[in-house]
């Protein structure tokens, strides 16, 4: 597995398992919301690992971090068949892990994870949101093998 195209898809699929298992045989027995954050970071790996395969396919130098790439990919959604609403749930997963980043407090709510900014702005990450991440996420990386 030379390819480094070939090797970075294999990357974004186990960092996508990963995301996959910690969702539906993890998170059922903890019923712990930290790791939804956990999930969204893998899924934040994978499409990291989506978005390289694609740009180094393309010949395109690869930049560090998911917003970044993300922007490298705009031009070439259409011929890659990413929808508007797919660029819009990448930025969404970078955003949720930025505002963690950010947040100074983080706290449980039932069985959400709650993210509060300095201002008192709340980001409340349910299990449901999360499970329709890994199905975006799958789509997205489906498109990668109808091409």
Same mark, same amino acid.
């Given at each position: 597995?030379?390819?480094?195209?070939?090797?970075?898809?294999?990357?974004?699929?186990?960092? %996508?398992?990963?995301?996959?298992?910690? #969702?539906?045989?993890? %998170?059922?027995?903890?019923?712990?919301? $930290?790791?939804?954050?956990?999930?969204?970071?893998?899924?934040?790996?994978?499409? =990291?690992?989506?978005?390289?395969?694609?740009?180094?396919? =393309?010949?395109?130098?690869?930049?560090?971090?998911?917003?970044? $790439?993300?922007?490298?990919?705009?031009?070439?959604?259409?011929? #890659?068949?990413?929808?508007?609403?797919?660029?819009?749930?990448?930025?969404?997963?970078?955003?949720?892990?930025?505002?963690? $980043?950010?947040?100074?407090?983080?706290?449980?709510?039932?069985?959400?994870?709650?993210?509060?900014?300095?201002? #008192?702005?709340?980001?409340?990450?349910?299990?449901?949101?999360?499970?329709?991440?890994?199905?975006?996420?799958?789509?997205?990386?489906?498109?990668?093998?109808?091409?």
């Amino acid at each position: 597995m030379n390819n480094p195209s070939k090797k970075s898809l294999k990357t974004a699929f186990d960092h %996508f398992q990963t995301a996959e298992h910690l #969702y539906h045989k993890t %998170f059922p027995v903890t019923r712990d919301p $930290k790791l939804l954050l956990a999930i969204v970071k893998s899924i934040s790996n994978s499409l =990291e690992h989506f978005l390289e395969t694609v740009l180094t396919k =393309e010949k395109i130098s690869s930049p560090e971090g998911l917003l970044k $790439k993300i922007n490298a990919l705009r031009p070439l959604a259409h011929k #890659y068949h990413l929808s508007n609403d797919n660029i819009v749930f990448m930025l969404r997963i970078q955003e949720i892990l930025h505002a963690q $980043k950010q947040s100074p407090v983080e706290f449980r709510r039932g069985d959400k994870r709650v993210l509060c900014s300095e201002d #008192y702005e709340l980001e409340i990450l349910s299990p449901q949101e999360v499970k329709h991440f890994i199905t975006q996420t799958k789509k997205i990386l489906n498109t990668l093998k109808t091409l």
